[in-house]
């Protein structure tokens, strides 16, 4: 990636100058490496997906065996008869694909939950795409299957995903509880916008530190796979209490018959028997524990460039991050790869949610012997890169650590080759992050990211984190987008009752009045009265990253929005943009190449919940992914009329 580029735009405040210090000359952009060399990118992706014995899906770029006829991971099939639509309907087809069939949530007894968009092996999925469509890097959501347990109790039929019926969302826009005034689009929800100014939050809504105990923090956990995230996350959980003794030899006895004895720790946090066959995480985790300062809510995320989406979903709630690389000799420069490293991905979708505080554990440092010049080059080559992705200096800790070996994790090393070290360790390094500003004093709005249900006690629960507002026992809740009004019948935080929820809280809302399939992963929780808003045309401001195909009008792309993900096509490419001022310098070019800004419109396969960012960021932010990579940033400047 080239170096000292004005990343465009400012995810704090909608300016033009966020990534000011973007430097794209940090690295070499493997992209304009090849092109220079007159080996396009496509061909060497060609190159990669004839290895012997594999395909790679042209979706999510998984290596399958020759033998699969569908991808193993995204159910993308690998020579799709053409026109598998039965109607012939080949313009149709660019945006169907089969509802998906009903998710079996569970959510997992111990503290940790297991987020949206499980497995996504597509089981029970039969896609309608054809071959081409596929290799325009259409991806629907609607392969995600999540399978949770919770409360110990094992759930089935419940729904994730996003928003593929889009008939029952017009019938109830149109019928129910969706009052729409004269001359105004149906097909937007109608709000209250004129009067979210006005809205007065009532006195329980705002906290009262008294009263209120400790905070909570949201922390995702990133960084490239293998770099050890789930094994620090199960150790600090292990260390502060949270995994008895008896779980722990539980694992550590489990772990080793499955001749996987070094993945003990990560065992508490990759509880399928998948993750723990494979050795990777697959789907967020979600875990807590108490510091001296906040109620921390782990986000343990997958570092497999397969699960970017779930990562996406899970750390999108973020207030701050640790991001984990791997000290190891060869195993750090992998992370920090152009081509394949999830440090970087990691990295610059972190700072995209807006999170600006990060923590960096140089973990494995028992490979390395603790030397403090393995730290020093790790720290200054990923310094660098950080800063260019817009973390200031400021807010980056540096933390050498070994999961491991339980060093600096919750108290200074014991180790003597590490005494050279003389910072905080990690638990002082959370407890030394800042909470970002709540919105208290704006109507509630909890994008879902989780839903549970209970067939045999008839309970629908979702889980997720309040971006603003506030939820209590007994609040009347409007759940979108089916538009159906239901009530709080209970409220849980790190599995533990609660009355009141405010923003930045990560909670479990048990809900009444409502059907299970009314409610879904990816939708939102919010005040009655103030609905969030709802469609799937959208104008968005973009940056684009280092893509080797143009993105032009028609472009298939997955479109990413807190926990929602949908298809999308880019119906516009309305102006470019300059960098540094945000001024339009061309308007409607033809094409949109790696680095540029622009302004875009783009439809979706289904309607998601959305606001402006100027309004919510939270509901306001994208990322627009295509054939398993992230090839834009954005943000909603305007959300358009829905089109039928
Ligand atoms: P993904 O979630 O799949 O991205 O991996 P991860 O980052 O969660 O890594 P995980 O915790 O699963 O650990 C991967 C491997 O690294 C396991 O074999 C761990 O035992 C090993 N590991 C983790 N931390 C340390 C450490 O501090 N030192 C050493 N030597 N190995 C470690
Ligand atoms: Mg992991």
Known sequence: MPRKVDYGFRYEDDNYDVYEDYD???ADDYDYEEEENGIAPVTKAKQEASRTGVWRCPICTYDNENSMSACDICGVLRNPLVKVNNKGDTAAAAFKFDAPSPDDLVSNGLRSVKSKSKDSRGRGTNFLVES???ANGLV??????TRERHNGVEENDSTSGSGNKPETFNTRMDTESLPSKSGKARSIIERKTE????YIPEKWMTPNNKDDGLSQLNLAIVGHVDSGKSTLSGRMLHLLGR???????KYEKEAKQQGKGSFAFAWALDESAEERERGITMTVGVAFFTSRKYHVVLLDSPGHRDFVPNMISGATQADAAILVVDASMGSFEAGIDAIGGQTREHAQLIRSFGVDQ???????MDVVEYSKERFDVIKQKLGTFLRSCGFKDSSILWIPASAMENQNLVANPSEARLSWFKGPSLLDAIDSLQLPERDYSKPLLMPICDVIKSQSQGQVTACGKLESGAIRTGSKVLVMPSGITATARSLERDSQLCNIARAGDNVTVNLQGIEGNQVTAGGVICHPDYPVQVTNRLQLKILVLDISTPIVMGSQLEFHIHHAKEAARIVKILSLLDPKTGNTTKKSPR??????NAIVEVVLQGPVCVEEYSSCRALGRVFLRSSGRTIALGIVTQVIKREE
């Open 243 to 249: 995994i008895s003794q008896k779980e722990m030899h």
């Open 132 to 134: 081409e469509l596929a």
């Open 140 to 145: 629907s959501s609607s392969t995600s299957v």
């Open 195 to 198: 009067s979210i100014s006005q």
């Open 358 to 364: 990060i923590i960096i554990v140089v973990n494995k």
């Open 591 to 596: 094409c949109l190449l790696a680095k540029q």
């Open 24 to 26: 794209y000359d940090y």
